[in-house]
T-cell receptor
Framework: EAGVAQSPRYKIIEKRQSVAFWCNPISGHATLYWYQQILGQGPKLLIQFQNNGVVDDSQLPKDRFSAERLKGVDSTLKIQPAKLEDSAVYLC?????????????FGPGTRLTVL | GENVEQHPSTLSVQEGDSAVIKCTYSDSASNYFPWYKQELGKGPQLIIDIRSNVGEKKDQRIAVTLNKTAKHFSLHITETQPEDSAVYFCAASPPENTGNQFYFGTGTSLTVIP
């Protein structure tokens, strides 16, 4: 079974530029998550989708971050404009269902460096 | 929201010794506690999990214990091997009506010395 795919793996941009990350979840997984992992910290949830609808985006900085999940499969996360503090690894995860006890499967992440 | 604290932040053990990582959580309603292992350059991978109706769970050299009253849970790795070296994260998940959101601890970097 193929895992969660993410691209690019690395991205370096200057502050105020824009950047986009792409995620392809495990086939058949209805729930998709985007996490931000700052160096030395645990992942923090940014947004959660159930199929193509947003379940929770309470921790997404909506003035600069946006995400979509077209057709309930792939997802993109965009930052515009980027700030220095956005430097982090952005992890995408998926799970079969929405309720408790559903294992979340993580992709390898995209490491973003903002200069 | 839920707050998860994890200790220690770094841990070094000799190969063959045991390693213990401890986490506390704040929301007494949390009912699912997964542990993830993250190797360098990779995403976190689930190694063991426990539900709130269970006090202990074992899987070969790995075990997790849960004390709901004290709101803490621990990961125990016995007979450690060099390949156990990684960063370990605990997480807590509130009940189903809030979705499947995980709140992660800050991580423990485990080094197993051959």
């Amino acid at each position: 079974e193929a895992g969660v795919a993410q691209s690019p793996r690395y991205k370096i941009i200057e502050k105020r530029q824009s950047v986009a990350f792409w995620c392809n979840p495990i086939s058949g997984h209805a729930t998709l998550y985007w996490y931000q992992q700052i160096l030395g910290q645990g992942p923090k949830l940014l947004i959660q989708f159930q199929n193509n609808g947003v379940v929770d985006d309470s921790q997404l900085p909506k003035d600069r971050f946006s995400a979509e999940r077209l057709k309930g499969v792939d997802s993109t996360l965009k930052i515009q404009p980027a700030k220095l503090e956005d430097s982090a690894v952005y992890l995408c995860a998926s799970s079969l269902g929405w309720g408790s006890y559903n294992e979340q499967f993580f992709g390898p992440g995209t490491r973003l460096t903002v200069l | 929201g839920e707050n998860v604290e994890q200790h220690p932040s770094t841990l070094s053990v000799q190969e063959g010794d045991s390693a213990v990582i401890k986490c506390t959580y704040s929301d007494s309603a949390s009912n699912y506690f997964p542990w993830y292992k993250q190797e360098l350059g990779k995403g976190p991978q689930l190694i063991i999990d426990i539900r709130s109706n269970v006090g202990e769970k074992k899987d070969q050299r790995i075990a997790v214990t849960l004390n709901k009253t004290a709101k803490h849970f621990s990961l125990h790795i016995t007979e450690t091997q060099p390949e156990d070296s990684a960063v370990y994260f605990c997480a807590a998940s509130p009940p189903e009506n809030t979705g499947n959101q995980f709140y992660f601890g800050t991580g423990t970097s485990l080094t197993v010395i051959p």
